[in-house]
């Protein structure tokens, strides 16, 4: 493994041939003596690390250790104690916070899934109380990659920690609307609407977010992630309550409409329908012949499942489960 950077700085001058820097005797690292793998550090990375660790070591406090940090994170920006030691010197030397938000930002421009860089970031944010730039930012990111799991995390706290939700469905509503199966979108849309409804999910927010899968649904019904949302917001309150949902399926099944995840979600509706009433035998029979469709024909891939699935029915109902193999 080679530590080196994409290129050397032609003026680079390496911090043991720094008159201002003799005074501080570099720390090497030990890999001990029986390393499995020897990583092949650059010169001038192993120069920056060993006098990192030296001023780490005395706790040098100075604008020299904080410039260091700077250098340490360009060669590593994933390391957890460089930029720990850096918060630490921007308090004891009272750096300008907002300066050091700009840094960040270049930093994470240039590394978008790197959790330490991120972490810092919050904390500055914190320590400020200034959420100015961070929706903005968060959305700059998830325009390159929507599915940038540090993005969505520093957003929500941000949403939670300052409550700061206006506009946000909408801004959900456009990623959905650029890629309907952006399965990240779908669930920071769940986490809006579960933190900003009092109590239980209010029923008007609820039958908006109904008609609203539900259109979603029509337009793609091949998309899982539409369909776990709409599973997920009805599962408190039992899938059987709306019938309109169930008319919704019938009609998309007698369209033609052979979407696993619409059988499957039918299949659990059914089940359900049975267990409310000793009388729904035909529903669990209507379950039983779905699953048996969805192993010999729509879903193939996982036909164990729903053969097993047919047989549980079956048992549990006293019903045919009938599955040929």
Known sequence: MNQDTPFEESNWVLYKDRPSWRDIEPLSQNDGSSAIVQIAYSEKFRDVFDYFRAVLFKDEKSERSFKLTEDAISLNPSNYTVWYFRRVLLQALKKDLHKELIYVQSIIED????????????????????????????????????????????????????????????????????????????????????????????????????????????????????????????????????????????????????????????VDYLEAKGEESSDNLLSVQRAIEICNALAIQHDKIRAEYWKFMARNLGKKYEASPNCSD
């Not at 700061?164 to 959905?176: K, S, T």
């Open 111 to 266: 590394n978008p899934k790197n959790y330490q860089v991120w972490h810092h970031r919050q904390v500055i944010v914190d320590w400020l109380r200034d959420t100015s730039e961070e929706k903005q930012l968060t959305e700059a990111v998830l325009k390159v990659d929507p599915k940038n799991y540090h993005a969505w995390q520093h957003r929500q706290w941000v949403l939670e920690e300052f409550g700061i939700w206006e506009g946000e469905i909408e801004f959900v509503e456009q990623l959905l609307e650029d890629d309907i199966r952006n399965n990240s979108a779908w669930n920071h849309r769940w986490f809006c609407i579960s933190r900003t409804s009092s109590g239980e999910l209010m029923e008007d927010v609820l039958m908006k977010e109904l008609k609203y899968v539900l259109d979603c649904i029509k337009k793609v019904p091949s998309n899982e992630s539409s369909w776990n949302y709409l599973h997920g917001i009805l599962e408190e309150r039992g899938l059987t309550k709306y019938p309109f949902i169930w008319e919704f399926c019938e009609e998309l099944y007698s369209e033609g409409c052979r979407s696993p995840y619409l059988l499957a979600f039918m």
